[in-house]
């Protein structure tokens, strides 16, 4: 019984060692994937961490661009906010003028540079907005009849508008045997000659004898005649249309209606009672009566006083509270802000005095007047001929009343090209002027 027992004992104690200290067999392919497996694990790890920070530089260098541009922007705003501070500030009137030039330069430059600099950012974001337009259905091939009838009467008023300038310059330079009677004109010269400017010029400086005036004067007398009578008329303007917004009262509508009423009434009803005033005021064939009846105009009035009437109220508010009076507001505030309209208005009002020729040729004597101007010079060229002119060979010398044109209207050309985007800005511009004080 004890001999069973122990080899029973004996028997449990082997295979509880058999348990504890047994080893597990594996073949050689298992073997090579346990040990694989973790590399693999680590393999994929890196892998999953290189596309992530690859796709977050991807998204960095989309995001610095970006911020690049506002940053760019940012800047630009803040300089050039704070060169038109310094114009505000500013009380020197040349010193101002000057600031306003520099700046002028300054936002053109920066404008070309900074499209530069950008110019992947703005084409990339073009695309996308291209895209997404073209995913809403509004895509080039549905836009081409519209575009062809936009440009088509586009061009057709462009043409209309033109050609006279066209015809004018052409005509200048030809020769009288190009725009005699009964010859077919050409559009184009077939020989190219500056007599016509010649013979006007000689026309001009020999007649009239010894009352006679260069053309040199002429010129001088509607540069001058323009100015003085523009910058009086724009003085009284601005205050008058000042005086509209700051002393509101019940009558202001009646005002504007009067102001509104005298627009309607065309110019020529108005000279017969301007001509009979200058007479009595011993002012004809003088300079006070080609300035003098100029002085109010209603159309300059009212752009002010609707310039003004476009500034936030804030900045008046404003203005009382630091203590500024009416003059002082007016100076300071709201002149500079209104820059815009005094320009515009100064631009008008000076091409439509250099353009004047009905009043100057009834109250200045048009053959030995000293302050004729050069519509007075164009409206007695349009009456020569060769019959009254051994100047010119031919009876009717078109040729060279269209260079005397061409003159009058050059420097009125290029005002308007190098103001035009001052006069609709300053005709469109309505509000003006923060809600800060």
């Known amino acids: 019984m004890e001999k069973r027992n122990n080899e029973w004992s004996k028997k449990v104690r082997t295979e509880e060692w058999?348990?504890?200290?047994?080893?597990?067999?594996?073949s050689i392919k298992e073997k090579t994937l346990i040990q694989a497996e973790p590399v693999?694990?680590?393999?994929?790890?890196?892998?999953?961490?290189?596309?992530?920070v690859k796709n977050h530089e991807v998204d960095t260098i989309k995001l610095t661009k970006k911020e690049k541009y506002e940053s760019d922007l940012k800047l630009q705003e803040e300089e050039i906010t704070k060169r038109e501070a310094k114009i505000v500030i500013e009380a020197n009137?040349?010193?101002?003028?000057?600031?306003?030039?520099?700046l002028s330069w300054f936002m053109f430059w920066n404008k070309k540079q900074f499209k530069f600099k950008h110019a992947f950012y703005i084409r990339s974001v073009n695309r996308r907005k291209d895209k997404t337009i073209k995913m809403a259905g509004d895509v080039w091939y549905r836009r081409i009849g519209t575009n062809v009838s936009n440009y088509t009467v586009l061009?057709?008023?462009?043409?209309?508008?033109?050609?006279?300038?066209?015809?004018?310059?052409?005509?200048?330079?030809?020769?009288?045997?190009?725009?005699?009677?009964?010859v077919m004109e050409s559009l184009w010269p077939k020989h190219w000659?500056?007599?016509?400017?010649?013979?006007?010029?000689?026309?001009?400086?020999?007649?009239?004898?010894?009352?006679?005036i260069p053309f040199s004067r002429f010129f001088f007398n509607s540069l001058f005649i323009a100015l003085v009578s523009t910058l009086v008329q724009l003085s009284v303007s601005v205050i008058g249309g000042f005086a509209i917004y700051n002393w509101r009262t019940k009558f202001n509508s009646l005002f504007m209606i009067i102001m509104f009423s005298?627009?309607?009434?065309?110019?020529e009803a108005l000279l017969l009672g301007r001509y009979w005033i200058a007479v009595q005021m011993q002012w004809r064939?003088?300079?006070?009566?080609?300035?003098?009846?100029?002085?109010?105009?209603?159309?300059?009035?009212?752009?002010?006083?609707?310039a003004f009437y476009g500034l936030n109220r804030d900045l008046k508010r404003a203005a009382k509270v630091d203590g500024l009076s009416s003059f002082q507001y007016f100076m300071k505030i709201a002149l500079p802000a209104v820059s815009a309209t005094i320009l515009t208005s100064f631009i008008i009002s000076f091409i439509e005095s250099w353009n004047s020729v009905l009043w100057p040729i009834t109250v200045i004597d048009n053959q030995s007047g000293q302050w004729r101007t050069i519509p007075m010079l164009l409206y007695s060229l349009m009456n020569v001929s060769g019959m009254t002119s051994e100047e010119f060979p031919i009876a009717d010398p078109i040729n060279v009343k269209m260079a005397a044109s061409i003159l009058a209207i050059l420097p009125m050309i290029i005002v308007f090209v190098v103001f035009n985007k001052w006069i609709i800005n300053?005709?469109?511009?309505?509000?003006v002027g923060g809600t800060k004080g």
């Open 93 to 102: 009137l040349f010193k101002r003028a000057w600031l306003k030039i520099c």
């Open 262 to 267: 005298i627009m309607m009434v065309p110019g």
């Open 426 to 431: 300053g005709l469109t511009k309505r509000s």
């Open 40 to 52: 693999v694990k680590s393999t994929v790890v890196a892998i999953d961490e290189i596309s992530e």
């Open 193 to 212: 000659t500056l007599q016509a400017y010649k013979d006007m010029f000689s026309y001009v400086n020999n007649s009239g004898g010894r009352e006679s």
């Open 18 to 26: 058999l348990q504890k200290n047994s080893v597990r067999r594996t």
């Open 155 to 182: 061009i057709i008023m462009l043409v209309v508008m033109i050609f006279p300038f066209y015809w004018m310059l052409i005509t200048s330079f030809k020769p009288y045997s190009e725009v005699d009677t009964g």
């Open 285 to 306: 064939d003088t300079l006070f009566a080609l300035i003098v009846p100029f002085i109010g105009n209603v159309f300059t009035i009212y752009l002010m006083s609707n």
